[in-house]
């Protein structure tokens, strides 16, 4: 049975929206858009036309970005959106549930509590590295699990899920859940993406946003990979015409190899940069703990978290707070050299500082 039969019954009956025609070399009077063209308009697509419904290139290009079929992938508004989409999807308000792990990114819980699901966090333990207890989290799945977000790397602790676990998970919620792997940091780890095991699990999603590693945050642009089933459920309640045109042609040209090969090594000085950084910040006197990491951020924990941050805020340098079961512990996000020097420079104005940090 196809994960796309978990989905609210009036999705799965939903019509996708049916836009003007858009045809190449034609006079377009069907749409109500305006004939003129502004000065200030450079983009291949003239901006007083409508983007196409779904961008096909931009889908053709990121599918091959991240191997897998065009009709696996949707495009969206950062992998944000994608989980909006799927909780809007697949969870009817007051009767199904999100699993998802603790801690972890927030916005799983956010887009839960705004379609009025049930969410349940499975704790992880800052004393184990925050590894997922696979069998804590199916102890917590019952017939109401529409989603399982496993984010890995995990923001904010930086824990990536070993393969074999994420099998196990798959294996055992079967077609009863579907399990969605949030990748938006897998690049500045060494393990591969786990789309591989698509064709292998048909419960099995894949969030990837190019936030991150590419550098594009600002363009609002991710992808949610997974069956072509669920794909078309998920566009169907998509937006029309998501993609603005200035983001498409943005990240079409941010996809070419050229740009890639910049990307890539942009990513490969991060890791050597968080690996300094770690270094640097484990030699702090009021650092207690510092917890390995697969991501371009890592998490520390202080005696004193507030004065770290307002020395730090000081020193002009923002840092992340959650506070909960992470009242004293910090993120940090890893920068550029001269960034995390500054960094550097702030924690150092508090080495030895009374009382205890
Ligand atoms: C784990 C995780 N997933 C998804 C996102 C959302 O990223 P975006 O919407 O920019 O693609 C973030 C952003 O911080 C994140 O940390």
Same mark, same amino acid.
């Given at each position: 049975?196809?994960?796309?039969?978990?989905?609210?019954?009036?999705? +799965?009956?939903? +019509?996708?929206?049916?836009?003007?025609?858009?045809?190449?070399?034609?006079?377009?009077?069907?749409?109500?858009?305006?004939?003129?063209?502004?000065?200030?308009?450079?983009?291949?697509?003239?901006?007083?036309?409508?983007?196409?419904?779904? #961008?096909?290139?931009?889908?053709? &290009?990121?599918?091959?970005?991240?191997?897998?079929? #065009?009709?696996?992938?949707?495009?969206?508004?950062?992998?944000?959106?994608?989980?909006?989409?799927?909780?809007?999807?697949?969870?009817? &308000?007051?009767?199904?549930?999100?699993?998802? =792990?603790?801690?972890?990114?927030?916005?799983?819980?956010?887009?839960?509590?705004?379609?009025?699901?049930?969410?349940?966090?499975?704790?992880? +333990?800052?004393?184990?590295? !925050?590894?997922?207890?696979?069998?804590?989290?199916?102890?917590?799945?019952?017939?109401?699990?529409?989603?399982?977000?496993?984010?890995?790397?995990?923001?904010?602790?930086?824990?990536?899920?070993?393969?074999?676990?994420?099998?196990?998970?798959?294996?055992?919620?079967?077609?009863?859940? &579907?399990?969605?792997?949030?990748?938006?940091?897998?690049?500045? %780890?060494?393990?591969?993406?786990?789309?591989?095991?698509?064709?292998?699990?048909?419960?099995?999603?894949?969030?990837?946003?190019?936030?991150?590693?590419?550098?594009?945050?600002?363009?609002?642009?991710?992808?949610?990979?997974?069956?072509?089933?669920?794909?078309?459920?998920?566009?169907?309640?998509?937006?029309?015409? &998501?993609?603005? =045109?200035?983001?498409?042609?943005?990240?079409?040209?941010?996809?070419?190899?050229?740009?890639?090969?910049? %990307?890539?090594?942009?990513?490969?000085?991060?890791?050597?940069?968080? $690996?300094?950084?770690?270094?640097?910040?484990?030699?702090?006197? !009021?650092?207690? $703990?510092?917890?390995?990491?697969?991501?371009?951020?890592?998490?520390?924990?202080?005696?004193?978290?507030?004065?770290?941050?307002?020395?730090?805020?000081?020193?002009?340098?923002?840092?992340?707070?959650?506070?909960?079961?992470?009242?004293?512990?910090?993120?940090?996000?890893?920068?550029?050299?001269?960034?995390?020097?500054?960094?550097?420079?702030?924690?150092?104005?508090?080495?030895?500082? $009374?009382?205890?940090?």
């Amino acid at each position: 049975m196809s994960i796309a039969t978990l989905a609210r019954p009036e999705i +799965q009956a939903l +019509q996708a929206y049916e836009a003007a025609e858009q045809v190449d070399d034609t006079v377009r009077l069907n749409a109500n858009e305006s004939p003129i063209v502004s000065a200030v308009d450079h983009f291949r697509r003239p901006l007083n036309r409508y983007p196409e419904v779904r #961008p096909q290139k931009l889908q053709h &290009a990121l599918a091959a970005r991240f191997y897998c079929s #065009p009709d696996q992938l949707l495009v969206t508004r950062g992998s944000s959106e994608a989980i909006d989409l799927l909780v809007r999807t697949f969870c009817r &308000a007051g009767e199904d549930s999100v699993v998802t =792990t603790s801690p972890s990114f927030s916005m799983y819980r956010h887009y839960a509590e705004i379609q009025g699901a049930n969410f349940i966090a499975v704790a992880t +333990q800052a004393s184990e590295n !925050f590894a997922i207890d696979i069998d804590a989290v199916l102890a917590t799945c019952d017939e109401s699990t529409r989603l399982i977000f496993i984010c890995s790397p995990n923001n904010p602790t930086g824990t990536t899920l070993p393969r074999d676990e994420l099998e196990k998970l798959l294996q055992r919620r079967g077609d009863k859940s &579907a399990v969605v792997v949030d990748e938006a940091y897998v690049e500045f %780890a060494d393990v591969p993406s786990v789309v591989e095991l698509l064709d292998e699990y048909p419960n099995l999603l894949v969030l990837r946003t190019l936030s991150k590693a590419l550098g594009f945050a600002g363009a609002r642009c991710g992808a949610v990979i997974g069956p072509p089933a669920v794909i078309q459920l998920l566009s169907a309640v998509q937006a029309p015409y &998501a993609l603005a =045109t200035p983001v498409v042609e943005c990240v079409e040209d941010a996809l070419q190899d050229e740009q890639l090969a910049l %990307a890539e090594r942009a990513v490969a000085r991060i890791i050597e940069e968080r $690996k300094r950084l770690m270094r640097e910040i484990s030699a702090f006197d !009021f650092v207690k $703990k510092i917890w390995p990491s697969d991501a371009n951020f890592f998490l520390i924990e202080v005696g004193d978290a507030a004065k770290v941050l307002q020395r730090c805020q000081e020193h002009r340098v923002l840092l992340r707070h959650f506070g909960g079961d992470l009242a004293n512990c910090i993120r940090i996000t890893v920068g550029s050299v001269d960034d995390n020097n500054q960094l550097l420079e702030a924690l150092e104005s508090l080495r030895g500082s $009374k009382p205890c940090l």
